[in-house]
């Protein structure tokens, strides 16, 4: 059984488990996981865009 954490790349919405993203940024004291480079630089160009409102899951 594979207990590996999922998680959800916030801009493509894809869930995977966490060895399968391919990079991590750190915005507001929360690390974020992308399935792809182009997703990490779409939110870092403009991460209030894409991280969860304050109230909304992540």
Same mark, same amino acid.
């Given at each position: 059984?594979?207990?590996? /954490?999922? =998680?959800?790349?916030? =801009?493509? #919405?894809? =869930?995977?488990?966490?060895?399968?993203?391919?990079?991590?940024?750190? @915005?507001? #004291? /929360?690390? @974020? *996981?992308?399935?792809?480079?182009?997703?990490?630089? !779409? *939110?870092?160009?403009?991460? /209030?865009?894409? !991280?969860?409102?304050? #109230?909304?899951?992540?």
């Amino acid at each position: 059984m594979d207990n590996e /954490e999922l =998680v959800k790349d916030p =801009v493509c #919405g894809m =869930v995977k488990p966490v060895s399968q993203m391919q990079a991590t940024t750190t @915005y507001k #004291g /929360e690390t @974020y *996981f992308f399935c792809t480079q182009m997703d990490k630089q !779409a *939110f870092d160009a403009h991460p /209030e865009h894409w !991280a969860p409102k304050e #109230g909304e899951k992540k």
